[in-house]
C-alpha cells in the first residue's frame, strides 16, 4: 500500500501565490506519472498536472502558464507552484501516483486525501 500526503493548502488573495507538496510513503518501487486534480465547489474532478518519469509536463489549457508541476524522485514528491491564481481555482486539490511495489508488480494509482485552496479577497 501507498499513502499520499498533501500539504500546502489554504486562502490566498486573487494573483497571489501558493506551492503545494504531496510525498509519497510505503511500498514503491517504483513510481511512473505524478498529478494533480482538482475538485471545484458543486463540480466534478478534473485534471490539472502531470509529470511523467522522463519529466515530461502537460498541463489543463485553463492553469497553462500560470502552475508549474515538478517532482522529486528521491523523495517521492510531486509539486504544483500555483502563480496568478484565480477566484475560479478554488477547489479541493488531489494529488495522484502511479506506482508498482516490486519490478513485477503491476502499476496502481494512488490518490491523496486532498487539500483545499481558497482564492477571495
Known amino acids: 500500500q501507498v499513502q499520499l500526503v498533501e500539504s500546502g493548502g489554504g486562502l490566498v488573495q486573487p494573483g497571489g501565490s501558493l506551492r503545494l507538496s504531496c510525498a509519497a510513503s510505503?511500498?514503491?518501487?517504483?513510481?511512473?506519472?505524478m498529478g494533480w486534480y482538482r475538485q471545484p465547489p458543486g463540480k466534478q474532478r478534473e485534471w490539472v498536472a502531470t509529470?511523467?518519469?522522463?519529466?515530461?509536463?502537460n498541463y489543463a489549457y485553463s492553469v497553462k502558464g500560470r502552475f508549474a508541476v515538478s517532482r522529486d524522485n528521491a523523495k517521492n514528491t510531486v509539486n504544483l507552484q500555483m502563480n496568478s491564481l484565480k477566484p475560479e481555482d478554488t477547489a479541493v486539490y488531489y494529488c495522484?501516483?502511479?506506482?508498482?511495489?516490486?519490478?513485477?508488480?503491476?502499476?496502481?494509482?494512488?490518490w491523496g486525501q486532498g487539500t483545499q485552496v481558497t482564492v477571495s479577497s
Open positions: 510505503g511500498s514503491i518501487f517504483s513510481i511512473r506519472s
Open positions: 495522484t501516483m502511479t506506482t508498482k511495489a516490486t519490478m513485477g508488480d503491476f502499476w496502481t494509482p494512488y
Open positions: 509529470v511523467t518519469a522522463d519529466d515530461t509536463t
